[in-house]
């Protein structure tokens, strides 16, 4: 039984309803949308179930979420922070702010701090190249962009995003 189709059934329709049925593959995108709304990442089990709607390759759906940051494979913290470590950014010692911010915040990259508030992840090309280091946070329905940072201004802001704990 496909449970995104049993959650959702009206938004699916919804959603679907905005694409030509032989275009239905068009939809990929706001169905992973609703699928990641309630665990916070995208399940093995709704890539499979997408692709069933979608009558769509498991594999293709996988690279999509690969490659939007707006997609998370793993389950995470309230707050994802992405720094871009792409090229441009690598130039201007995006790789050794990630490392020292990691060190700082006593987690390695891909981890979530034990309050589960922040998770860091490195990303690719965030548009924001000639200001790096730069990081995008996403959590609360809500993207910032923080660029020219350094590793003092990152880590206070990261404590600032633990301490909303209360808000939760
Ligand atoms: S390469 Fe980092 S924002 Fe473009």
């Given at each position: 039984?496909n449970?995104?189709?049993q959650k959702?059934?009206?938004?699916?329709?919804?959603?679907?309803?905005?694409?030509?049925?032989?275009r239905?593959?068009s939809a990929?995108m706001p169905l992973?949308?609703?699928?990641?709304?309630?665990p916070?990442?995208i399940t093995k089990?709704?890539l499979?179930?997408?692709?069933?709607i979608?009558?769509?390759?498991?594999t293709?759906?996988?690279?999509?979420?690969?490659f939007?940051?707006?997609?998370h494979?793993?389950p995470g913290?309230?707050?994802h922070?992405?720094?871009?470590?792409d090229?441009?950014?690598a130039?201007?010692g995006a790789?050794?702010?990630?490392?020292q911010?990691c060190?700082?915040?006593?987690?390695?990259?891909g981890e979530?701090?034990?309050?589960?508030?922040?998770?860091?992840?490195?990303?690719?090309?965030?548009a924001?190249?000639?200001?790096a280091?730069?990081?995008?946070?996403q959590?609360?329905g809500?993207?910032?962009?923080?660029?020219?940072?350094t590793?003092?201004?990152?880590v206070?802001l990261?404590a600032k995003?633990?301490?909303r704990?209360?808000?939760?």
């Amino acid at each position: 039984m496909n449970q995104l189709l049993q959650k959702y059934p009206q938004e699916i329709q919804t959603i679907l309803a905005k694409y030509p049925a032989d275009r239905k593959r068009s939809a990929v995108m706001p169905l992973l949308h609703l699928a990641q709304q309630e665990p916070g990442y995208i399940t093995k089990q709704a890539l499979q179930e997408i692709g069933e709607i979608l009558e769509m390759p498991i594999t293709d759906i996988d690279s999509i979420v690969g490659f939007y940051t707006l997609y998370h494979e793993q389950p995470g913290g309230r707050y994802h922070v992405q720094v871009c470590t792409d090229l441009p950014c690598a130039l201007r010692g995006a790789d050794e702010f990630l490392k020292q911010l990691c060190e700082n915040i006593g987690i390695k990259v891909g981890e979530t701090t034990p309050d589960g508030m922040v998770t860091i992840e490195e990303v690719k090309c965030l548009a924001g190249c000639h200001h790096a280091p730069m990081f995008q946070v996403q959590g609360d329905g809500d993207i910032s962009y923080h660029e020219d940072q350094t590793v003092e201004s990152a880590v206070e802001l990261i404590a600032k995003l633990r301490d909303r704990k209360e808000a939760a």
